[in-house]
């Protein structure tokens, strides 16, 4: 069966998120990294920021409204974002400020290709090295790490903490937690809101991509281009912005060059 017939486009706007946050409150007590409660039933919602954080932010907000935290991870060398930006450094914070935990979404390709480093103990130090950046320019402590895009080596890696982080993927969470994932925008595996109607297991971690939640059901193409379209747009504003203010002319500029995105 190909991906867009396994979307299950509607599950994916704001409304159902809304849904499923509630249901998932009624049975679950959401956890952080920090001090996950073994033993009691909990659940783990976990979001890698591999697009977008300004739709990051949106879901915090209501997830705010709806009374539960969740944990973010913030990916300092994403191709399409970029957190050290002041606007989107600001959306960080606030997400902070909103009681949500901050985490690192390492990507280990980034030090593999520059730096040829792969090994157990460089691992350590580098997402050490990550946390410690974004301690200090977000304000606020970094409490776990997931992977992006992980090779073999790092997959397996069943560590409970690296670099001082809680390890997402340790053996003991792997070993006592179910898991379920939107990755790619569709449900690969199991459909979350079944999972959290069913509420069968005691413990969950729940893996969200705030790019794929929209406000009306698209296909996940499309919603990669609206955020590739956001991006976009938010550059040549900036651009603008910075030659209005220094009273200079954007010379050769044709009338609505870009559609605008979100």
């Given at each position: 069966m190909m991906a867009s017939q396994q979307s299950h486009a509607t599950d994916f706007t704001i409304a159902s998120y809304r849904s499923i946050l509630r249901r998932a409150r009624d049975s679950y007590r959401f956890a952080g990294y920090r001090n996950i409660p073994y033993g009691t039933r909990f659940v783990l919602w976990r979001h890698d920021l591999d697009m977008s954080i300004n739709r990051a932010l949106r879901l915090a907000i209501?997830?705010?409204?709806?009374?539960?935290?969740?944990?973010?991870?913030?990916?300092?060398?994403?191709?399409?974002?970029?957190?050290?930006?002041?606007?989107?450094?600001?959306?960080?914070m606030e997400i902070a400020s909103l009681g949500h935990e901050i985490g690192i979404h390492f990507d280990p390709r980034y030090y593999e290709v520059l730096h040829g480093s792969s090994g157990n103990e460089e691992l350590d130090q580098h997402v050490a090295m990550e946390a410690q950046i974004c301690e200090y320019f977000f304000g606020c402590r970094m409490t776990a790490v997931s992977f992006h895009n992980p090779s073999r080596f790092i997959a397996d890696l069943g560590d409970e903490v690296i670099g001082g982080l809680v390890n997402c993927y340790s053996d003991r969470i792997r070993s006592n937690v179910s898991y379920v994932s939107d990755s790619n925008g569709y449900w690969r595996f199991r459909r979350l809101p079944s999972v959290v109607d069913a509420a069968k297991e005691s413990c969950l971690q729940v893996l969200t991509h705030p790019v794929w939640w929209q406000e009306s059901p698209v296909q996940p193409w499309e919603r990669i281009i609206r955020s590739v379209n956001g991006?976009?747009?938010?550059?040549?504003?900036?651009?603008?912005?910075?030659?209005?203010?220094?009273?200079?002319?954007?010379?050769?500029?044709?009338?609505?060059?870009?559609p605008p995105g979100e």
């Open positions: 209501i997830e705010h409204e709806e009374g539960v935290k969740a944990t973010y991870f913030v990916n300092l060398h994403s191709d399409y974002y970029n957190p050290l930006e002041t606007d989107q450094s600001k959306m960080v991006r976009r747009q938010a550059t040549l504003n900036a651009y603008e912005a910075a030659l209005e203010r220094d009273c200079r002319l954007n010379v050769g500029k044709p009338a609505d060059s870009f």
